[in-house]
């Protein structure tokens, strides 16, 4: 027989339940093998990111500039509270919670967008310092055709679909041009796609709107191709990095030890870096 299998008191833990399996604790602002940054510049002062891949989450500190060392972290993203990590999700108890976040970045308008790389996705998260529920809720998925899905390329490869899960992880990024389009590297299809500004911005459809671009990969559908050597410009393996300047130029990172780059304009589908 057992008796009395909860406790009623906790020594080292704010909860009796817990909700983490890291051995030490977790209350809002410790990391985990963090790989991914973003600042909300739209904000004064600005708002610092950082997706804290392995505890499946980001966390937000609202004053990037004079926050303390060890500060505890204002805002939570993808975990139900400061002091859980488990992996969540599609199949889990919580749709829009994350399972190995990865890349970041904020658009004009100051809303967070995170690569949800275990759950094949990309969620945008509503200005998460203006909502008034502790709870973060993503308005838009892409990658999926809703909140309950997470395979692989869903329903088959294609510009509505991502691969970003890898073993091992690929860090997934993702970065906005001047125009307010959105890049995302997708390493399990060895691409690079682009989401038209007005497919990603407030108001536009909930899930899955599709990309208009493909780059390292011939087109959006067929099954990736791996680079035939390091000079090889039209294929991309396991892109990972992703960067723009302020002069349009596209800058990807991948396994084979290099960088491409794109020249501007960037308008067809497989162009050679």
């Known amino acids: 027989v057992t008796y009395n299998p909860i406790p009623p008191r906790i020594v080292g833990h704010a ?34 990111y950082v997706a804290d891949t392995l505890n499946n989450r980001v966390l937000g500190w609202r004053d990037a500039v004079g926050f303390a060392n060890g500060a505890f972290a204002d805002v939570v993203v993808g975990q139900r ?32 967008f995170v690569a949800d790389s275990g759950n094949n996705r990309i969620l945008r998260y509503p200005k998460p310092f203006a909502q008034s529920d502790p709870v973060q809720s993503p308005d838009l998925v892409l990658g999926q055709s809703g909140l309950t899905s997470r395979a692989a390329n869903a329903g088959g490869r294609s510009a ?35 989401y038209a500004a007005a497919a990603v911005q407030s108001g536009a459809a909930t899930f899955g709107p599709a990309a ?9 559908s067929t099954a990736p191709q791996s680079p035939t050597s390091v000079t090889d410009l039209t294929r991309l393996l396991g892109p990972a990095g992703i960067a723009i300047d302020p002069a349009g130029r596209l800058f990807v990172s991948d396994a084979f030890h290099r960088v491409l780059v794109w020249e501007p304009p960037h308008n067809t589908n497989g162009r050679p870096a």
Do not use: C, H, M, W
């Open 15 to 48: 909860k009796l339940a817990l909700t983490t399996a890291n051995p030490n604790l977790v209350e809002g602002r410790e990391l985990l093998s963090p790989q991914g940054v973003a600042v909300d510049t739209t904000a004064d002062p600005p708002i610092l």
């Open 81 to 112: 509270d400061k002091f859980s990590t488990f992996v969540l999700g599609p199949g889990t108890s919580f749709f829009a919670g994350l399972y190995l976040p990865t890349g970041l970045a904020v658009d004009k308008d100051g809303n967070l």
């Open 160 to 194: 509505q679909t991502l691969a970003l899960f890898t073993s091992p992880i690929i860090p997934t990024q993702v970065a906005f041009d001047s125009q307010g389009n959105l890049y995302s590297t997708d390493p399990g299809n060895g691409r690079v796609l682009r």
């Open 212 to 220: 208009d671009l493909v780059l390292g990969q011939a087109d959006f």
